[in-house]
């Protein structure tokens, strides 16, 4: 499986943009790249995926390299509750691929 | 939400002692997951699910077993709990929208 490479650990200002990196140079062809997060004590939670092109929604921004050997989360504009392990993570599309496989993620702690 | 809840949300067991943890989802998704989560392991696959009575073995699947007897609901037993069965365990369905998960809220096990 194509590994990602992520930072331990990160911090934010509260209403600041955060830039979240993820390293992934043996992505292939067909990888499409997700990006989860968990709070405290819940689980997962999808936050944006994307293939090719850079991905936007009501979250955060997806920005892919054009080689697609990293991509960057974005969220415009950190809140406390943004607080959370972020994970980078690659799945293989189409038939018989099943497997999310998460590795120790970004954790980002928010400054009021 | 993706209507998945888990039950039940918090169990003390004993060793030795059989443990099924239940896995609902009202909308109808084909693939479905169970993952345990330890401190400094992160989420591991334990089995899943591609349809009803088809399972799969995931990376840590000994002492567990599931079954599937119908399309909303998933079941995980501990034949026989042990204390390094400790541990989160979360439910989660694939949509088809590119392989995209959704988590359940998890249950916490603890195995004296």
């Known amino acids: 499986d194509a590994k990602t490479t992520q930072p331990n650990s990160m911090e934010s200002n509260e209403e600041e943009p955060v830039h979240l990196p993820c390293n992934h140079s043996?992505?292939?062809?067909?990888?499409?790249i997700h990006w989860y997060r968990q709070l405290p004590s819940q689980g997962p939670e999808y936050v944006i995926h994307?293939?090719?092109s850079n991905v936007n929604n009501r979250m955060a921004s997806l920005a892919i390299a054009e080689d697609r050997k990293s991509s960057t989360l974005i969220l415009h504009r950190a809140t406390l509750r943004d607080a959370a392990v972020y994970y980078c993570?690659?799945?293989?599309?189409?038939?018989?691929?099943?497997?999310?496989?998460f590795g120790k993620g970004t954790k980002l702690s928010v400054i009021p | 939400d993706a209507g998945i809840t888990q039950s039940p949300r918090h169990k003390v067991t004993e060793t030795g002692t059989p443990v099924t943890l239940r896995c609902h989802q009202t909308e109808n998704h084909r693939y479905m997951y169970w993952y345990r989560q330890d401190p400094g392991h992160g989420l591991r696959l334990i089995h899943y699910?591609?349809?009803?009575?088809?399972?799969d073995k995931g990376e840590v699947s000994d002492g567990y077993s599931v079954s599937r007897s119908k399309t909303e609901d998933f079941l995980l037993t501990l034949e026989s709990a042990t204390s390094s069965q400790t541990s989160v365990y979360f439910c989660a369905i694939r949509t088809s929208l590119e392989e995209t998960q959704y988590f359940g809220p998890g249950t916490r096990l603890l195995v004296l």
């Open positions: 994307g293939l090719t």
């Open positions: 043996t992505i292939s062809g067909t990888d499409y």
């Open positions: 993570i690659l799945s293989p599309s189409g038939a018989g691929s099943y497997q999310l496989t």
């Open positions: 699910s591609y349809g009803v009575k088809d399972t």
